[in-house]
């Protein structure tokens, strides 16, 4: 029977917990991997019990795994597992670059079914799996080829209503994508917003490099995505880097990656980010966090194309569309001397300006209604529906963190209502909700209104601090403790 990923020797320290212990204190067994592959391993222990699910813990190249995995057959102190792997390809693609690297072919002979095969075969005429392994979309094209068995791998012992569930997970993922970004444009009316719209469109087909400028949570990085899929680059990787979230000390390695013993723990070489993304996009996220040295080494990969592993003196050429997002104001950074005068000019061919959701008037309530009814599909409450009240109440709020927080408030707000009606208890609003005063309301009535409406707002964007919001409002701080008693805040 033929193989569907190819496997190679090791001897990888491993160590493994109960799936559902993963806790501080967890009982652990440890172990050496002897053999793995793509969608499994094999390892050695003397001291694990049986067990159906496990996590499997090991490290490769400097980088933590921590895979899911069914137990398929233990005996003579060996366990066979297949790796369940959760989301995205981050993980499966650094564990192929280990085995790629590991990887010893016999020439004229499949490595999936040891049938022989003519020199040069795109594909095995047998197994009919891709063998061009130095082709840079080797991964995709192998888990194209082999996603029906890897799925009919998983279901084989399930019950008819588990593979009916399969079946209707499947379709729901398919019109969730086919969503994803078809309905982008069309969430929100603002000017800002229409023209952002309208700047993706027709930066998407060029190969200009893109700026993306806003505060956090404004969907940059949704933007950037409906860049890339409409992009002449779609169906190539997309990859992303966090500029903020890697330590200065490890950014490089990340970026332009290294050569076995360029440093400490280098025990192989490995490929940076930029390589990784050859053929696609590179979407660097917070740029304006990069440090003065990093931003010279990149400015020079913008000019030239090329990389330059840590260790090595061969430049690399690499095709990549570049997309940076930040939400700093670069031009003070530059003046300022922080942010490189000529990377800032590099990047900022073409800029998208996101506005934060407080000033996308009528938009915060689309953006509600739209949200509700994605996350409600996704989650069996399609009949949930926002009250008046709480429509009122996300128009008055400020959302410092923007659209991300709204869906959270949403998302949270679906599984915590008891009602059809979402309230702004349920958005965590309560505060944020004034009720809705008519004609015939006095003056005194209007008034109340309005203050408590002002000193509501004013403390949400001091940030809860009422020494500034007393100073803001113009009162004194015993003043302020006087209103919040009077008007219950």
Known sequence: MSRIDARIKCNIKCSCTPYNNETDGAEQYSGVILNISLGGALFQSNTLHEM????????????????????????????????????????????????????????????????????????????????????????????????????????????????????????????????????????????????????????????????????????????????????????????????????????????????????????????????????????????????????????????????????????????????????RKLEEEVQSGIFRQDLYYRLNTFTIELPPLRERGQDKVILAKYFLKTLAKENGATKKKMSKESLEAIIHYEWPGNIREMINKIRRAIVVSEDMEITPKDLSLTAHFTPFIDEKATLKEVKTRIEKEKILSVISTCGGNLSKTAKTLGVSRTTLYNLKRKYDI
């Open 52 to 327: 159906d699910l496990m996590t499997l813990h090991f490290s490769i190249n400097g980088s933590d795994f921590n895979i899911p995995s069914r137990v398929l057959r233990m005996e003579d102190k060996r366990t066979a597992v297949r790796f369940l792997h959760q989301k995205g390809l981050e993980t499966i693609s650094q564990l192929w670059e280990f085995i790629f690297d590991n990887l010893k072919l016999q020439p004229g002979i499949c490595p999936y079914c040891d049938s022989e095969i003519k020199n040069k075969a795109e594909q095995c005429p047998n197994c009919g799996l891709f063998l061009n392994f130095d082709s840079k979309n080797y991964l995709i094209e192998h888990i194209n080829r082999t996603a029906y068995q890897r799925i009919a791998q998983r279901i084989q012992d399930f019950k008819a209503d588990q593979k009916w569930s399969i079946v209707n997970i499947l379709d729901n993922e398919f019109l969730k994508d086919k969503a994803r970004y078809d309905d982008f444009e069309f969430v929100g009316t603002c000017p800002e917003m229409l023209q952002a719209f309208s700047l993706i469109r027709k930066i998407a087909p060029t190969e200009i490099p893109v700026l993306i400028l806003g505060e956090s949570g404004t969907g940059k990085e949704l933007t950037t995505r409906a860049i890339h899929e409409r992009s002449l680059r779609k169906g190539r990787p997309l990859v992303t880097i966090n500029c903020a979230s890697i330590p200065d000390t490890l950014l490089e390695a990340e970026l332009f990656g290294y050569e076995r013993g360029s440093f400490t723990g280098a025990y192989n070489a490995r490929k940076g980010k930029i390589e990784k993304a050859d053929g696609g996009t590179l979407f660097l996220d917070e740029i304006g966090e990069l440090q003065w040295p990093l931003q010279a080494k990149l400015l020079r990969f913008l000019e030239d194309k090329t990389v330059e592993r840590i260790g090595s003196r061969k430049p690399r050429k690499v095709d990549v569309r570049v997309i940076a997002a930040t939400n």
